[in-house]
């Protein structure tokens, strides 16, 4: 079945940047969208944006415009989000979720990477 | 604080049927479809209502999704231990031309 493996976690100081993979198979990758999501310790869901994996166009949440870059490659069906200029209430599990094919711009997200936890301490 | 409201906590007996709420306003829940997720203690979320009232293959009919105006509900009938999680609803804002979610809401199951 679809599967999305992402990258193991991270320990940042604050100020610096990460940058997170997620590793699609078993469907088209250029087809669909993918989101990032983000769950700050005993915290809610947060969007943070999607991209489209075949035009490389990119949407992301307002809180985070000017710091997330969204980047795919298609050779190898990964998507990728980086954060810069972390803080240390950016400490929270990242997830990569499929979104629908291209042509449903506001469809569900499934399935969802596994996660990863990215901790900013000093 | 979330877009989305949803009521922090929610229980049950096995058996027994529980709803769980998520209120919105006309730029999210009132102009577009709600989603509703699962998460089991340490896993990631899982979808489980799409489309306001559609369960992907897979998820028992236990499960159920409705629609009213600006709210949504999500009704789980015949309660089981594994039922035991954290619920999420989920809409696109138009005007924040962004998706945005409910608190979540942890089922207990007694």
């Known amino acids: ?121 000093s | 604080q979330s877009v989305l409201t949803q009521p922090p906590s929610a229980s049950g007996t096995p058996g027994q049927r529980v709803t769980i709420s998520c209120s919105g306003s006309s730029s999210n829940i009132g102009s577009n479809y709600v989603y509703w997720y699962q998460q089991l203690p340490g896993t990631a979320p899982k979808l489980l209502i799409y489309r306001n009232d559609q369960r992907p293959s897979g998820v028992p009919d236990r499960f159920s999704g409705s629609k009213s105006g600006t709210s949504a509900s999500l009704a789980i009938s015949g309660l089981r231990s594994e039922d035991e999680a954290d619920y999420y609803c989920a809409a696109w804002d138009d005007s924040l031309s962004g998706w945005v979610f409910g608190g979540g809401t942890r089922l207990t199951v007694l």
């Open chain 1, 1 to 121: 079945q679809v599967q999305l493996v992402q990258s193991g976690a991270e320990v940042k100081k604050p100020g610096a940047s990460v940058k997170v993979s997620c590793r699609a198979s078993r469907y088209t990758f250029t087809g669909y969208y993918m989101h990032w999501v983000r769950q700050a310790p005993g915290q809610g869901l947060e969007w943070m944006g999607w991209i489209n994996p075949n035009s490389g166009g990119t949407n992301y949440a307002q809180r985070f415009q000017g710091r997330v870059t969204m980047t795919r490659d298609t050779s190898i069906s990964t998507a990728y989000m980086e954060l810069s200029r972390l803080r240390s209430d950016d400490t929270a599990v990242y997830y990569c979720a499929r979104g629908e094919q291209l042509w449903v711009a506001k469809g569900w997200f499934d399935p969802w990477g596994q996660g990863t936890l990215v901790t900013v301490s």
